[in-house]
């Protein structure tokens, strides 16, 4: 995979998630919300809205972004087994496309995961 390929995944995942997060604060679109029809909690939200900030920003900036796709992937799991036992259509949603996103970051960054899996 090429680094300009690379790098549009990352600023795209970083953008989407920094506006998912700020969503569960600011409540600017009912499109971005999420998290209540996964869990219906409010602290979660809280939780999930500082872990998507906090995460986009690290890859928008490039800063221990294995780190944060490693956080993002238990999160990308969760989405597409969620998707996948209520409703398979909603995959191109919002979220099904940052479970993507991470799932592409994921793969173009295999080779920082290498000395997880020794």
Do not use: C, W
């Amino acid at each position: 995979m090429g680094s300009r390929y690379t790098l549009i995944i990352r600023f795209l995942l970083g953008i989407s998630l920094i506006l998912l997060g700020a969503n569960q604060f600011v409540h600017f679109s009912e499109f971005l919300t999420f998290s209540a029809e996964l869990y219906g909690l409010s602290a979660l939200d809280v939780f999930y809205g500082i872990l998507f900030v906090i995460s986009g920003v690290a890859l928008l900036f490039k800063k221990a972004v294995p780190l944060a796709l490693i956080i993002l992937a238990f999160f990308a799991v969760q989405v597409f087994s969620y998707i996948l036992q209520n409703n398979p259509k909603d995959l191109i949603s919002p979220i099904g496309i940052v479970g993507l996103l991470i799932f592409l970051n994921l793969v173009s960054n295999k080779n920082s995961f290498k000395n997880l899996i020794n």
